[in-house]
């Protein structure tokens, strides 16, 4: 395995590191920000961007994390070769941060799968028999301890994970970001990133001292 490799590998975890940070505070600044006494409709296009931001870069970081799994069966020899060289690299780089287990939100597919497919979730609408009901919304402070609905003039806005739904609402006390039927708890990801970014930057001095140089073969 070469050295570059495993550092071009970790240079872009740090990157992503940082931008699901980034996004999550510039979210999390907006959504103080908000008045949360009352059900709020379309509460400007910033939190989305930065919500979307911290779930793309939350993504990119779980791909980072995982091992190659293609099937080698019909790859030729130079392919194969490339493919275990991922696999050992992948894996070191797995095994020196220790994060088997431990990053269940932020490795889950269920959020990430419904805004990479928006184009299949929003051709779902023209289904016979469904029913049109979107909106992007945050739940009042008076939901907080549970998901539910409340009334907007002449229209009943439920918070949850609905499909066609893009929302921020709570359920025992936990913030949940909803997209198009699937959802993920915000500070809970949030949590899990910083400790990740921690043992990324603890690994990136390892690295730049050598300490595990034995395991690169040139």
């Not at 293609?70 to 780089?93: F, M, T």
């Not at 269920?110 to 992007?136: A, Q």
């Not at 739940?139 to 009334?151: C, D, E, T």
Request: proline share 3%; charged share 30%; glycine share 4%.
């Amino acid at each position: 395995m070469r050295k570059e490799h495993f550092n071009l590998l970790l240079d872009q975890l740090e990157l992503q590191c940082d931008f699901a940070d980034y996004s999550f505070s510039k979210f999390n600044e907006l959504y103080r920000e908000l008045p949360h006494t009352k059900a709020l409709i379309h509460p400007g296009n910033k939190i989305w961007f930065f919500l979307r931001g911290f779930t793309t870069a939350s993504a990119n970081i779980a791909k980072l994390l995982v091992l190659p799994t293609e099937d080698e069966s019909n790859y030729n020899e130079r392919a194969k070769e490339e493919l275990r060289s991922k696999r050992i690299a992948r894996k070191l780089l797995i095994e020196k941060l220790n994060v088997n287990d431990q990053l269940p939100i932020i490795a889950s597919k269920k959020l990430r799968n419904s805004l990479e497919h928006i184009d299949e979730r929003i051709d779902n609408y023209d289904k016979p028999g469904v029913k049109l009901d979107f909106n992007r919304s945050v739940a009042p402070n008076f939901l907080r301890k549970m998901k539910g609905s409340v009334q907007l003039g002449n229209q009943v806005t439920t918070f949850d994970k609905t499909d066609y739904k893009e929302n921020l609402f709570y359920e025992n006390n936990t913030l949940y970001y909803a997209a198009f039927g699937s959802d993920t708890p915000l500070y809970e990801a949030h949590q899990e990133l910083l400790n990740l970014k921690k043992k990324v930057e603890e690994l990136r001095l390892q690295f730049n001292n050598g300490d595990f140089d034995t395991e690169f073969s040139y």
